[in-house]
């Protein structure tokens, strides 16, 4: 029973360049939801999915940053254009749809700007 | 607004101590409360979670949180810890009734165990 799978768990992107993210949830589950976390802080909600659609985006930076959840394969953080400040772990969840109220975390995806 | 505050950000502790991390959050309806714990260069595991019934709530590796609803606290203790203890641990809270069901995290609190 695999849990939530995130590829690649290490990337490095040069200022300008696109990093895209992916996220498998665990079998059965059909809430995905994104976190960062910068360096020395907590995890920040940034989006919240259900397969084709976005839920809630309140955390998402208005630039740059955009999610998507197909009905096939995985959910996909893609950030445009990176910059320094961009370099975080980025962690995706997923929940079930009969108990949303847990998630469960991935192992990040730990991007570098240089 | 939804807020959690965890004041320490580290706690050292020798082997064998008992050890309490503070947890408290800030919100004008229901909640659910969860602790994780982080590993270095690892996700968040689930270590226990508040939803409802008894507020004193076990956990994985020995862990238990008393949810106490007048101090909108959610204090994290273990009786003896073990040097396998030490990582990063962090509080989180997510409304009942918001219709998103995101968390909204402490800054953790890193515990250290000494030999």
């Known amino acids: 029973n695999a849990g939530v799978m995130q590829n690649p768990r290490h990337l490095v992107r040069r200022r300008g360049q696109e990093a895209r993210l992916r996220c498998s949830p665990m079998?059965?589950?059909?809430?995905v939801y994104w976190y960062r976390q910068l360096p020395e802080e907590g995890l920040k909600f940034m989006v919240y999915?259900?397969?084709?659609?976005?839920?809630?985006e309140s955390g998402m930076p208005k630039e740059r940053f955009s999610a998507e959840f197909p009905k096939e394969g995985p959910s996909i953080l893609r950030i445009q254009q990176v910059v320094r400040g961009d370099s975080a772990a980025y962690f995706c969840?997923?929940?079930?749809?009969?108990?949303?109220?847990?998630?469960?975390f991935g192992p990040g995806t730990r991007l570098l700007v240089l | 607004a939804q807020s959690v505050t965890q004041l320490d950000s580290q706690v050292p502790v020798f082997e064998e101590a008992p050890v309490e991390l503070r947890c408290n959050y800030s919100?004008?309806?229901?909640?659910?409360l969860f602790w994780y714990v982080q590993y270095p260069n690892q996700g968040l595991q689930l270590l226990l979670k508040y939803l409802s019934g008894s507020t004193l709530v076990k956990g994985i590796n020995g862990f238990e949180a008393e949810f106490n609803k007048s101090q909108t606290s959610f204090h994290l203790r273990k009786p003896s810890v073990h040097i396998s203890d030490t990582a990063e641990y962090f509080c989180?809270?997510?409304?009942?009734?918001?219709?998103?069901?995101?968390?909204?995290f402490g800054t953790g609190t890193r515990l250290k165990v000494l030999a």
């Open positions: 919100s004008s309806v229901s909640v659910y």
């Open positions: 999915l259900q397969k084709e659609n976005i839920i809630d």
């Open positions: 989180a809270v997510s409304e009942v009734a918001s219709g998103t069901y995101k968390y909204i």
């Open positions: 079998k059965g589950h059909s809430h």
């Open positions: 969840a997923s929940s079930p749809p009969a108990r949303w109220e847990t998630q469960y």
